[in-house]
């Protein structure tokens, strides 16, 4: 039997506390999988992941990397031991050259908190074999675009394609903003920017979506630095161009950064 076509996630990882605190974004994540067809394997754009030539981990055993500090212990005592992919990472970078895009094997780096939080309370099993691939804030979208393009063949073969980041993601003023509740409503420069993406998202808009800097109200101000922002483009560049985004989650953290995540070809 051909496997079902997969399909593609952007997903907003938010504070690592993520993992192990209660909020409405942890319960999205974790009904999640169960909703999802089961995937072949998975692969991750995560923004923690930011390199000038596009790295993808090729251990058979890749290691948790806790690339945070100052969290409770509970959080760095959590492993998720997924296994690799080698073979799938090979393919990953054929496809990539073959879009001359240049591609790199890492078998040292493990996967990184933009990966491990989602795929922890989508998958507790850590069954399902995982891919890391990274970004590069130093190029645009529309290159993130064509990194998800070349992947886009993998969603035939049952893999699912995640791009880890933020719909907003402004962590200067969040990490001086403790005195702000966790459910307090967003600024109006979150609310509308916020609204922007899932308005140009959901209508299919993705030239607005790419020239966001220029078209999207206060995108400097919810993206100071955009490495957050880019795995979104390439999850839209793995999509086909008839499938117009789902917003399936929408939740705030202390009002200033938005949890939300899309979907690209999802049907239940």
Do not use: K
């Not at 031991?81 to 040292?108: F, H, K, S, Y």
């Amino acid at each position: 039997m051909a496997a079902r076509r997969m399909p593609t996630l952007f997903l907003s990882h938010g504070s690592p506390l993520l993992a192990i605190e209660d909020s409405a974004a942890r319960r999205f994540l974790t009904a999640l999988g169960p909703r999802l067809p089961r995937p072949a394997a998975v692969v991750v754009f995560s923004a923690h992941h930011d390199a000038g030539r596009v790295e993808i981990t090729s251990s058979a055993n890749p290691r948790t990397i806790h690339d945070f500090g100052g969290f409770p212990r509970e959080l760095y005592a959590l492993q998720y031991r997924a296994p690799g992919a080698p073979e799938l990472a090979v393919q990953v970078r054929e496809l990539l050259l073959d879009a001359d895009i240049d591609a790199a094997l890492e078998p040292r780096r493990g996967l990184d908190h933009g990966a491990w939080i989602p795929l922890h309370l989508m998958y507790p099993a850590a069954d399902r074999p995982v891919v890391q691939v990274s970004i590069d804030s130093a190029r645009d979208p529309a290159w993130h675009l064509a990194l998800g393009r070349a992947l886009r063949p993998l969603r035939d073969s049952g893999v699912l394609l995640i791009g880890s980041g933020g719909a907003t993601h402004n962590l200067g003023l969040y990490m001086h903003s403790a005195g702000r509740g966790e459910d307090s409503p967003p600024p109006p420069w979150v609310a509308q920017f916020n609204d922007w993406l899932a308005t140009a998202t959901t209508e299919g808009r993705y030239d607005d979506l790419v020239h966001y800097r220029e078209r999207a109200p206060y995108a400097a101000e919810n993206h100071p630095t955009p490495e957050h922002f880019l795995p979104l483009f390439a999850t839209l560049g793995a999509a086909r161009e008839d499938e117009h985004g789902v917003r399936l989650h929408a939740s705030y953290d202390r009002g200033l950064l938005s949890l939300d995540d899309y979907a690209f070809g999802f049907a239940e």
